[in-house]
């Protein structure tokens, strides 16, 4: 049964730090401490409708994605028009709000990215809010795709009054739900770090020493996201290992057949199970689909000429170098994503995929190393030496998942 919740500021940190495999964390969602009002008390904040801020920016805009790869560019400093909200003005902020746990220095806030050819259009939350208006738009995947949900819905909440939105979850907490309820509009995330089922589809338990996917079964989750309006799907970091124990079968039944196969190869089958699945359900009047690329991670300052425990604890600048690509990334993967776009494409139905990886690769300064939540209690060896406990994998916000969504923005607009 799902419930609404109204909820207030700060109690939606809900997520809870899990250690897993060589490649790093990964992150469940904990229900606890959720405080609420009955919908008729939703009002106890006066309803005050959040002025527009009006923000100075160049008004000669020219945008047009048919001629212009909004991927390819740089970042160029502007604290002027950045961050698009401020951190403590997003009620659902959540575990990486990285300023809130001590991060001290702000730079990583102020960068905007400039495509080379054109520039991106302004994010205007009223108007992503009408076009949603009684639809649904649903992230589907891993914590990183959580982060960019979060990011999205921090940039449209001051400009819905509080009384007027929720946050609801359901599924067992698989599916967390941001409604406007003026416009009766969705934004929701939808756990399923693999796409496909696997034994890491609990919200909240999912630390298991043994991964196992079913790389042929996605009904379970896709029944829950099908008929929606725009979905935005990733899946990368949990298949970072040499092999995946493979199952056909059910993990219920006691026959499965397991075999430990490729990894590259597991998430072949695992991305074909996804696209036959939209090819066959998929609304193709009706729905606009992306695929977030790799976030890259930046634990090995190694890469940028740091001692070898180095990473991106402490880093407060970008890498300069153009084009640059750290090994935590695996083009080998991309190009496998790209290959089931592109048969999908042949089978009549349109992916975007968002190159995000490369814009991404350069902000080693952008990740929340020690300044986000801690599950656990640390010990005196880990707190004598903070990258041994940095996460360098997800993105401090306000940050680079803004610049995503206003990636995905001006995609749904064309
Ligand atoms: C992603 O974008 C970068 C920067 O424009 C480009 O170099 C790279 O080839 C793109 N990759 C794909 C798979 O489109
Ligand atoms: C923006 O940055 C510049 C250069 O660092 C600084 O001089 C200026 O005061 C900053 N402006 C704001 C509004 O923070
Ligand atoms: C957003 O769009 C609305 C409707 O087109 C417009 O009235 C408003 O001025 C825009 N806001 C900003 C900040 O550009
Ligand atoms: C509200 O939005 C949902 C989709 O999220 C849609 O199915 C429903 O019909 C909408 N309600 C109204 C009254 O239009
Ligand atoms: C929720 O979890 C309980 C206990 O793990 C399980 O019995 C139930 O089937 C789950 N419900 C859904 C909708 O997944
Ligand atoms: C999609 O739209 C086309 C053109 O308007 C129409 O011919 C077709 O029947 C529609 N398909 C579905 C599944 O609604």
Known sequence: MAKTYHIVPSTLALIRRSLQSSVGFLITIFVIGVIYFPRENGGLDDQKEEVLTATKCSTNQIYSSQSCDLFSGRWVF????????????????????????????????????????????????????????????????????????????????????????????????????????????????????????????????????????????????????????????????????????????????????????????????????????????????????????????????????????GNCYNEQEMIEKDGYRGIGTDPRMMRIVEDAIADLERRGLQVKLMNITQLSEYRKDGHPSIYRKQWEVLNEEQLAKPTSYSDCIHWCLPGVPDVWNELLYAHIFT
């Open 78 to 309: 502007d604290n002027k028009s950045y961050p698009l909200y401020k951190e403590e003005e997003c009620t659902f902020m959540n575990e990486f709000a990285c300023q809130k746990f001590g991060r001290k220095d702000m730079n990583y806030q102020h960068w905007r990215w400039q495509p080379h050819q054109c520039n991106l259009p302004r994010f205007n939350a009223t108007v992503l809010l009408e076009k949603l208006r009684n639809k649904r738009m649903v992230f589907v995947g891993d914590s990183l795709n959580r982060g960019q949900w979060v990011s999205m819905v921090c940039l449209i909440d001051k400009f819905v009054p509080p009384a007027l939105k929720s946050m609801h979850f359901s599924l067992n907490n698989s599916l967390i739900t941001f409604k406007a309820k003026e416009y009766n509009a969705s934004i929701e995330f939808y756990w399923s770090p693999l796409l496909v089922e696997s034994n890491s589809d609990d919200p909240v338990t999912h630390r298991l020493p043994d991964r196992i996917v079913r790389a042929h079964s996605i009904d379970k989750h896709a029944r829950h996201w099908t008929d929606a309006d725009i979905l935005i799907f990733n899946t990368y970091l949990w298949w970072r290992r040499p092999f995946m124990n493979t199952l056909w079968g059910t993990f219920e039944s006691a026959d499965g057949i397991f075999k430990r196969v490729g990894m590259l190869r597991s998430y072949e089958m695992a991305l074909k199970t996804w696209s036959d699945w939209l090819e066959i359900h998929i609304d193709r009047n009706k729905s606009q689909l992306f695929f977030m690329s790799m976030s890259p991670a930046h634990q090995w300052g190694k890469e940028w000429g740091k001692t070898i425990d």
